[in-house]
């Protein structure tokens, strides 16, 4: 299972264009990974581009968000509202190559065991939100096996360059709920959310929780958590887990 799970490391440096147009030199291909290391779907990151300039003799940054594309056939592809030109950090692409289990809308969650921890990712996107609306509740629960150790937070793609949000995680203790996320803030009011690249440890006492073993006994866990969801309107019947494969 740690085979499946992938995290480049390092930076590149170039230009990241706002178009594709390689025949004059604006090529937003970056880098392609292996045939061992490609998602099964197109994902899309937030990462981090950092341009130095001088400063009087003194060395200074500029950073600013671009937004990465992994495709399936692992083209890494890089996307920006204005051309810029920096050091785009890699680290921010981290996904699992293997079938997860269904969280909600398109999200999907994935776990593994390792070194006597649990790290939990999740990939995927949701359907469209509303800030107005989605805000005030969260958008996403998590089971007891994938409680977060503290409130965290991520910043994460949206539906296109230039669309970022900022999703929290939280933890929660009782009826079989780990965690949920909530939409703090967004560039746009209405958009796809992506949750990729958000990747994180689990708290020690989540380890005696096992979110696949629950999911598949009817009188499990996962039912007590799913019939809590579903009665503070949490998690609507129809975003019920389901493995995916």
């Not at 197109?42 to 671009?66: I, K």
């Not at 933890?171 to 209405?190: A, F, N, Y």
């Not at 958009?191 to 006492?205: A, C, R, S, W």
Request: proline share 6%; net charge neutral; with cysteine.
């Amino acid at each position: 299972m740690e085979d499946s799970f992938i995290q480049c490391r390092g930076v590149v440096i170039g230009t990241c264009p706002k178009t594709h147009d390689p025949e004059n030199g604006r090529n937003i291909r970056i880098c392609r990974l292996p045939v061992e290391a490609r998602p099964r779907r197109g994902l899309q990151f937030a990462a981090l581009s950092r341009e130095a300039y001088d400063v009087g003799g003194h060395v200074t940054y500029t950073s600013s968000r671009v937004t990465l594309t992994v495709t399936p056939d692992g083209w890494i592809c890089g996307h920006s509202t204005r051309e810029m030109q920096g050091a785009i950090d890699l680290s921010a692409v981290r996904f699992c190559k293997t079938g997860g289990l269904s969280l909600t809308d398109e999200v999907t969650l994935h776990t593994v065991d390792v070194g006597g921890s649990r790290l939990v990712c999740l990939q995927g996107h949701l359907h469209e939100c509303f800030f107005a609306s989605d805000s005030k509740r969260p958008v996403a629960m998590l089971p007891e096996s994938c409680r977060p150790q503290e409130v965290l937070s991520f910043v994460t793609a949206g539906s296109g360059p230039g669309a970022f949000h900022l999703v929290q995680l939280r933890p929660i203790r009782g009826s079989g709920i780990g965690g949920d996320l909530m939409w703090k803030d967004g560039v746009w009011s209405h958009d796809q959310v992506h949750l990729t690249g958000i990747m994180y440890e689990v708290n020690p006492d989540a380890l005696q929780f096992s979110f696949l073993d629950a999911s598949w006994t009817p009188a499990g866990d996962l039912r007590r958590w799913t019939q809590a969801g579903r009665s503070s309107q949490h998690l609507p019947s129809s975003h019920s887990p389901t493995r995916v494969t």
